[in-house]
């Protein structure tokens, strides 16, 4: 039995989640040589948007603003809640509709004034700019933010090359969703500068017509466009789906649908190359549309 370390003890939560970098990398049970970076292990949103939420709240503190507001697809609005309770701010933020009902739960739990519009995050950009405008809230602009991508070339992709350098392994791939394009913008500046195409960059969307929470389709307007994707890969909701099945079947560990988007994409290699797949977080916010394609 491996006895409990006592430095796993924590004064605060902002320590909480940056002492606990970096999260964990997991070899996959499927294929020759994959990785998984876990992302859910951050305490806050149990996703990759707490590093982005942090780099972009502190710009708010930096400005004193007393209420801030955002759009979100469900990880970086509760991410946002967290530290707008920790830090004592007012947080309005905006959701689709369609987005899994955990996520509007969770903020409003957390305190956060939650406004239901929209089919998707492009319909609610214009809301919030307009909002911020009237009431004079600090706008975040996580689709936009220089920060954004930033909070990922420090902390996600440095981490990730430490890790891989510690049991000799090169990251020939790496798979990565793409929403905002934050996070895998920070990983392509990262990884280009310091290896060049030695690393070859995988984009994952939804499938046209298609929907998966978190991710979206890109049409150019996103974080993504500054940094260079070596291939896009669509994914269907199916696809992503099955991809969460097979990891919980493999590994035991069940992981979100944009998660599974990226096993899916995997699926398309299928080879002997090095293999990082970004696992932005878990599954038990998507329970219901776990539990549909279960019954169907």
């Known amino acids: 039995m491996r006895i409990v370390s006592s430095e796993k003890v924590y004064y605060n939560p902002i320590q909480l989640l940056e002492e606990n970098w970096p999260t964990p990398l997991l070899k996959l049970s499927i294929g020759q040589d994959v990785w998984a970076k876990l992302e859910f292990f951050n305490p806050f949103s149990r996703s990759i948007k707490d590093r982005t939420a942090l780099f972009l709240f502190r710009e708010a503190l930096k400005a004193d603003a007393t209420q801030i507001t955002e759009a979100t697809s469900g990880n970086v609005g509760v991410a946002l809640s967290s530290l707008s309770a920790i830090y004592g701010k007012k947080f309005v933020a905006f959701i689709p509709t369609q987005a899994p009902r955990a996520f509007k739960i969770a903020m409003k739990v957390l305190g956060t004034e939650v406004i239901e519009a929209g089919k998707s995050t492009n319909d609610l950009i214009p809301l919030v700019k307009s909002f911020a405008k009237t009431s004079g809230s600090y706008h975040l602009n996580q689709f936009n933010n220089p920060l954004n991508i930033k909070a990922h070339m420090e902390t996600t992709a440095k981490e990730l090359d430490e890790q891989l350098k510690s049991v000799n392994k090169f990251p020939e791939r790496i798979i990565a969703t793409m929403g905002t394009g934050g996070h895998i913008a920070g990983i392509s500046k990262y990884f280009k500068e310091k290896y060049g195409d030695e690393v070859e960059i995988i984009g994952v969307q939804p499938a046209e017509n298609d929907r998966i929470p978190g991710i979206k389709r890109q049409n150019g307007d996103t974080l993504v466009s500054s940094a260079k994707v070596d291939r896009v ?47 932005p977080d878990d599954g038990f916010k998507y329970l219901d549309e776990l539990e549909r394609f279960l019954q169907s």
């Open 233 to 279: 890969i669509d994914v269907t909701s199916k696809e992503a789906i099955e991809g969460v099945i097979k990891v919980a079947r493999s590994s035991g560990i069940l992981i979100g649908l944009s998660s599974g988007a990226t096993v899916a994409a995997y699926n398309r290699f299928n080879d002997e190359k090095t293999t990082i797949l970004i696992f």
